[in-house]
Every structure is written in structure tokens, then in C-alpha cells.
């Protein structure tokens, strides 16, 4: 389904067993980003490629909110055949190069290494055609999660931070609850309550909703 925001478009994939949102973000110029590729099958490959096709999209960069497997599957797939460059927080590096060991583990054997092209940092600001997005670092579910914040469209691409209802788990290396908590704090949290957060599993939700009804969120680390 295509989500109009202003001029902003947001379409999501659901890929791989892990059900991870991949989505491509574009608008009237018909620049896009592709964020957190989870493609790993023939169809889901060609499904993504399908839609850049059908839209006369021109892909500009290929960015990652973390490294984990599942948002990284399609990495190598989007990088080759669209030439564009991977960008991914510097911390997640590590995160990044042990996928190819445990891939197999998960039964994903053709998993194809890619190494990160440039480093995002807190404060970048990442254009889509028209669109700006502000990275936010938002450390916790993986060491080096960063999240797209478009202020204008009032919409957040978090990642695996800040679910409907629940928050991203920290018990894989790298994770930390403590630093998760304050990240959706003091990070997402002060954004306005009508900000999208259109997350790296599941339904969207809102800042506002969250604050209001999301269990996990009403720890503090003080
Ligand atoms: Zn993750
Ligand atoms: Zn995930």
C-alpha cells in the first residue's frame, strides 16, 4: 500500500520470516532512499524492483536504521543493481559484518556480504528529492540504530526502537535496555504527539499514542 503525506510517499514491503517493513521512500521529483531492504527471495527481490520500475524511481541511496539480519537481506541485492552506496551508523559496522556468520544459522545461505559505504551521524540530514530527513541516533535495540526523521511530513522511519505497543528487544550483542529507554525518551519522545512512526515491524503508530499507551515506555532509568 502507498501512504501519502504531502508530497511525500511511503511504501511498505513486508519481507522475509521475520516480517520486516522495507520501505522506499520517494516524491514528485521521483528521487527514492530504500530503508532496511529485507529482501532475501527471487519474488521479493522482484517485487521491490517492480515498484522502483512502475514508478519511474531513481534510487539514490541505500540506508540502514541497524544492521540486524533482517533489514539486511536485500542490502547487497539493492547496492548492485542500482549502484547506489550503503550508509549505516559507524557503531553498527560490527553488527553488520557478524550477519554472514550466523546467516546460515537462519537458513539464509545465500546471504550476500555488503560492507557500509558511509557513516551516518546524529544531525545528518538526509534528502529524498524535495524531502529532508534528520538522523536521530537511537542506540539500544543495536549499538549504532539510527531513525529518519522528516519534521515537515511529521513522520519518523524508526527502525526497531519504538513498536505499536512494545519496543525493540536488547538482549541481542550490542543491545541495552537501559540505553533504549532513554533513547525513545529523550529522542523520540520529545518529538510533537502527531509524528508517524512508521516502524521496522508491524502496524504504525504515533508518538502521542505511544506516550500514552505503550507499557514498556513508562520505565525510566532514574
Ligand atoms: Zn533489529
Ligand atoms: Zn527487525
Known sequence: MTKFNGMLHIQVFVFNPFQENTYILYDETNEC???DPGCYEEDEKIELADFIEAN???????????CHIDHVL????VKEKYKTKLYIHRNDEPVLRAVSAYAPNYGFNLYQETAPDVFLEEGDVINVGNQEF????????????????????????GGDVLFQ??????????????????????????????ITV???????????????TNPYCALTTN
Open 74 to 77: 536485500g542490502n547487497a541485492f
Open 134 to 157: 534528520e538522523v536521530l541516533f537511537v542506540p539500544g535495540h543495536a549499538p549504532g540504530h539510527v531513525a529518519f526523521y522528516n519534521k515537515k511530513e511529521k513522520v519518523v522511519i
Open 56 to 66: 519511474n524511481l531513481t534510487v539514490t541511496r541505500l540506508l540502514n536504521t541497524h
Open 165 to 194: 505497543n512494545s519496543i525493540g528487544r536488547t538482549d541481542l550483542p550490542g543491545g541495552n535496555l537501559d540505553t533504549l529507554i532513554n533513547s525513545i525518551h529523550q529522542k523520540l519522545f520529545t518529538l510533537p504527539d502527531d
Open 33 to 35: 532512499v530504500v530503508v
Open 198 to 212: 512508521y516502524p521496522g515491524h508491524g502496524p504504525k503508530t504515533t508518538i502521542g499514542f505511544e506516550k500514552l
